[in-house]
Structures are given as C-alpha cells and as structure tokens.
C-alpha cells in the first residue's frame, strides 16, 4: 500500500493536493491499495471527495487541537499510521509544508527522507531523480529502506479528473504531546493581493528590478486586473519591500506553474526561474535582449516596460470592449 500525506487549508484541497493523490497512485502497482493521510476535523468533507480520486481509504487525523496547519502533530499523526499501515511508501507533494511534513517524519521514524523528487521507482533500493540547488543540479539516488519518505517536486505529475471511485473514511485520534504542538497557526494575516493566490493563477504579472519603484507596480496591477492574475515579483523587488514577500517566486518564494507567466523587468536569474520555469507561456518584457531569461521565453518584447506595458493595457481593454 502507498500511503499519501494530502494537505488542505482549513478544509480546502488545493491542485497540489491533487497532484500528492495522482504521485501515489502513479507509484502502486495495479489494485495495490493507495490511502491518504488528512489531518483535521475541518477536512471532513474534503476527504470524502478523495474517493473520487482514487483514495482507497482516508485516514483523518482528529483531535481538539488540530485546528490548522500543524507540522510535527501532522507527522506524529503520520508515524502512527505508517506503524499501523506498513506502506511502501509516504509521499508528499513537495511544497513547503510537505516537505516540513516529512521532514518532521524521518526525524520521528527514522526512515531516510527524499525531497524533491522529479522521477521515482519504488524498489529495493528505491530510485530517485532529484533537483538539487533549485533545479541547478539533477541528483540520482539510492534510497536503501523498507518504506521510504518522498516528496515530488509540484507540477512534475498533473492531478486526475475525478471518477466515480467508492473509498471509506476512517477517522482516528493521534496520541499528541505539547511539544507536537509547540509550532502551529495562530494567526492569519490577509493575502496582500487578494483574490487569486499565486499557486492558483492561470496568469502572473511579474515584476523585477527593472519596473524600478513600488509605485511601477500600478501598470503591473493594471493588467493583472483586466487578465483575471495574480502578482508576482523577484526577490530584488520583496528585499527592497516594493511588494510583500508572499509574491516572491523563486527558489526561496512559491513555485508557479501558471498558463501564461509574464515577466517584466526580471533579469531570470536561475533562482528565479526554479519557481516558474514550468509555466505553460513565458512572455518577456526586457530592454535587454542578452538578459538570461530570453533563453525560456516563449514571446519577448524588447524595450523600456513602461513604454511596453501601456500599450498592452490599452490593446486589451480594446480586445475586450470588442
Ligand atoms: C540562495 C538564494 C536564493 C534566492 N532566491 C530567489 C528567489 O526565490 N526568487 C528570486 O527572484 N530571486 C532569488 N534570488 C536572487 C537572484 O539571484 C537574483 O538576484 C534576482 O532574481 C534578480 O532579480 P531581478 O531579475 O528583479 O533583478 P536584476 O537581475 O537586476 O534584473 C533586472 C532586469 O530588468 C531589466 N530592466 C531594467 N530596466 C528595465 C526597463 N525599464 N524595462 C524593461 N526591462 C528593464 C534589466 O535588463 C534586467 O534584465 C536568490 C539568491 C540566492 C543567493
């Protein structure tokens, strides 16, 4: 059996979510078992939507304080159930939390943990193919253990539509010590852009050095707007404090996959380019037809963004008026 860490917040699967039920069922073998781990009475509803997805059996993890994203509670819950379950395998998709998530697993378990696998065979030794330094290396490993911890770089496997899957619900209570809450959310502070989260966007405006002020940032704004997206930014820009760090991508910000990813004034960097070299269609917007980034553009305008960027405010709201 595979057994798969599915996260959610507050209840709500996201398509990394997904992406973590595709990766397990992607590793079992035909009528193998694939279970999922989902931790919290808020996730309820979501993990009865797992079924459909091809979930065998959702263990959800429910405890008085298990109220929101709670790591190592979260690997405790795991632990437990892979003492119980004897999976193949625990895997994760590998975004921030889920590698938290595992992390804090190896260190309870003991069992060897692989982050940010691009492939995986199950096996004895199991087989992996990492990216290392941001993508800058590709690592192949040898994984020597009975049931080995992995995380999937996000977009390396696509989510399945759901189908008409029939899986059950067991719900149970992890034994938690108040050291397995010390780390927990207290607070939530209001997403800065509002509206469409970054990880969620089919288009991201995204600014660099070159937009060359906070205030730049309106035509950016402007277009997002009228384009349905999300803002994105370079670190240059969230370590001047031109916009919050939640925008950042990069290596070290969120890692996007959206359909079209315009990039303005970003140099591409390759710790840039490890958060949205997946996108579907780069556009670049650079007066530097030499800059790193052309060698992923898919179209580029070369010249002064703020010249550039009017003139395709204007062009689309004609196209839309029309
Ligand atoms: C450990 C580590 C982690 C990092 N993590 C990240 C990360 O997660 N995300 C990230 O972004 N960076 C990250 N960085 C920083 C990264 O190395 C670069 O410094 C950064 O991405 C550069 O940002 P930039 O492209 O905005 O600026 P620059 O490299 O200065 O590029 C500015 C670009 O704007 C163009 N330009 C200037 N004026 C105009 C104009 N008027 N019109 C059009 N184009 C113009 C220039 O030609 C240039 O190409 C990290 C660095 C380290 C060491």
Known sequence: MILVYVDHDRGELSELSLQAVALGRSLAEPDEPVD??????????????LAAYGITTV????????????????A???????????PRAVVAIGDQRGNEVMAHLGAITDLPVAADCTEVTLGDPTQVVRARWGGNLIEQGLLHAATPLLTLVPHTVRADAPGDGVGQIEEFTPELTEADLLVRVVDRVAESHGGISLTDAKVIVSGGRGVGSA???????????????AIGASRVVTAAGWRP???????TGTKVSPDLYIACG??????HLAGCHTSKTILVINNDADAPIMAHAD?????????????????TRTAKAG
């Open 76 to 86: 405790r819950a795991a632990a437990e159930l892979a003492a119980r379950l004897a």
């Open 215 to 229: 205030e730049g940032f309106g035509l950016l704004e402007d277009l997002a707007g009228l384009l349905g997206g």
């Open 266 to 271: 970003i140099s591409g960097a390759s710790q």
């Open 299 to 315: 179209y580029a305008v070369i010249g002064d963004l703020h010249k550039i960027l009017p003139a395709i405010i204007d062009a």
């Open 36 to 49: 999922a781990l989902v931790v919290g009475g808020s996730a309820l509803e979501a993990a009865g939507s």
């Open 245 to 251: 760090h939640d925008e950042q991508v990069g290596q």
């Open 59 to 74: 263990h959800l993890a429910v405890h008085d304080a298990l109220t929101d994203y709670t790591p190592v509670a979260s």
